[in-house]
């Protein structure tokens, strides 16, 4: 790493249990006098909506809690236009990876573009981003992909660890994996520098230290709050580097297989990882000596195989699917040629640090996944 080069964005970040409550205050600051939400249903159910509500009392102007996964085109459309009815000078994003790519969609694509506040409730790590996933639904099959430019990345980003306390069993996994892939495809980016390398290796380090924790003791506030930190980590770590494989394919799998990211991202890791090894293995080792991998006697090579074992028993012991062919996944064997030809013409995919030079090589990695 003796040449390297980033960008950095300039977001303030709190982090602290109980900061939803500094929300009015800091909008005062920034001088936004009309806010917008952008949220889903469970964040009406959960009641952290109505507690967002009634801190931002008459600053926010109008709601749009119909965020769904792998925000769809037609979806941001019509928030751009509750956005524009109302003049609002920034968007905020309440909830998971979802609502916070649905706020930066609006806040990019309105024009003029306005700022965007994170408030996440997942570990996915968008809030630290200046990317956006968006579904071109229209198109058959529907296609994922996304934007990029330093004016998305939130100006904001409040994560008070309160919010994650009811994230369920399940999500709370899987969106953990996600935020461990992060870290994961940062240490071995083709643009890894010194900072991406930093925090994903602490990253690593606190999740592991904490997800099985926050999946048996979903209200043990300590081990959501050092969840919290290391997704915050993972999200740093991704926002100066290009992602890999594991990232590319999970985007197809999400956006035209409907997957849903965190599962996606817990069935595939392992095997990026193995399929990546053989040119990856010394840059993952700071990862697996974080997950208590001895690495004392062992070659690269064998240590990173068992980073990869010791991933995918963690993804079993937390009930999420391993396999694409599980049920609640329920993937054909007969899809997996057209996916391995959609995955091989995505950008992301192409910027894996091992060349892929044709889809048949995906088309392994998926079998052994299926
Ligand atoms: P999500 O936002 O779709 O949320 C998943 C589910 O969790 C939803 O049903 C939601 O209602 C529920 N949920 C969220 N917080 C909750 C809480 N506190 N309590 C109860 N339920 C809760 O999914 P995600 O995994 O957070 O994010 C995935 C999306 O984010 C994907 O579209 C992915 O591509 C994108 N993403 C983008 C980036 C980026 O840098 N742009 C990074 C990571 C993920």
């Given at each position: 790493?003796?040449?390297f080069?980033?960008?950095?964005y ?10 939803l409550?500094?929300v009015?205050?800091?909008?005062d ?12 249903h ?8 109505e507690?967002?509500?009634s ?8 709601t ?12 941001v459309?019509q ?5 524009n009815?109302d003049a ?8 998971g990876g979802s ?14 573009s306005?700022?965007?506040i994170?408030i996440?409730t997942t570990?996915?790590?968008s809030e630290m981003t ?9 198109e ?6 996304t934007v990029?430019?330093?004016k998305i ?7 008070d660890?309160?919010l994650?306390?009811d994230l369920p069993?399940?999500l ?8 461990l892939?992060?870290c994961i ?6 643009k890894r ?5 930093a925090?994903?290796t602490r990253?690593v380090r606190?999740?592991?230290?904490s997800i099985?924790g926050?999946?048996t003791?979903?209200?043990?506030l ?13 999200g ?12 590319g394919?999970?985007?197809?799998l999400g956006?035209t297989?409907?997957?849903p990211?965190g ?8 095997h ?10 010394p840059?993952?080792l700071?990862?697996?000596e ?7 006697g062992?070659s690269p090579r064998v ?12 993804v079993?012991q937390?009930?999420?699917p391993?396999?694409?062919r ?18 091989f013409?995505?950008?992301?995919v192409?910027n894996?640090?091992?060349?892929i030079t ?8 998926l079998?052994?996944?299926?």
């Open positions: 790493m003796d040449k080069h980033y960008v950095s300039a977001q303030e970040v709190i982090f602290a249990p109980g900061s409550a500094q009015s205050e800091l909008v600051r920034y001088g936004w006098k009309k806010v917008f939400v952008c949220t889903n469970s964040m009406q159910k959960n009641g952290h909506l507690s967002l509500r801190a931002l009392g008459s600053r926010l102007v109008a749009f809690d119909q965020v769904q996964p792998h925000v769809q085109d037609v979806k459309d928030a751009l236009g509750l956005a009815q609002v000078e920034a968007v905020i994003g309440l909830g609502p916070i790519g649905m706020a930066k969609a609006v806040g990019y694509v309105r024009k003029p306005i700022p965007v994170a996440p570990y996915a790590g200046a990317v956006y996933g968006i579904t071109h639904s229209r058959n099959p529907p296609r994922k992909v990029s430019d330093p990345a939130p100006r904001l980003v409040l994560y660890p309160e994650t306390l069993p399940d709370t996994a899987s969106t953990g994996i996600n935020a892939a992060h495809e940062a240490l071995y980016s083709m520098n010194p900072i991406s390398t925090a994903a990253g606190h999740i592991f230290n099985l926050c999946y003791h979903p209200n043990d300590e081990a959501r709050t050092e969840m919290l930190q290391g997704a915050h980590l993972a740093l770590s991704l926002a100066s580097v290009s992602m890999g494989l594991h990232h394919l999970c985007h197809v956006g297989a409907t997957i990211h599962i996606a991202n817990s069935i595939i890791l392992p990026a990882i193995r399929f990546n090894a053989d040119v990856t293995a840059q993952l700071p990862a697996a974080a997950m208590g991998i001895s690495l004392n062992n240590s990173i195989e068992a980073l990869a074992q010791k991933i995918f028993d963690l079993g937390m009930h999420l391993q396999r694409l599980d049920s609640g996944v329920g993937m054909e064997e007969s899809d997996l040629p057209a996916l391995a030809q959609l995955a013409q995505n950008r992301t192409q894996n640090p091992k060349p044709e889809p048949a090589q995906i088309e392994v990695l079998r052994a996944a299926w």
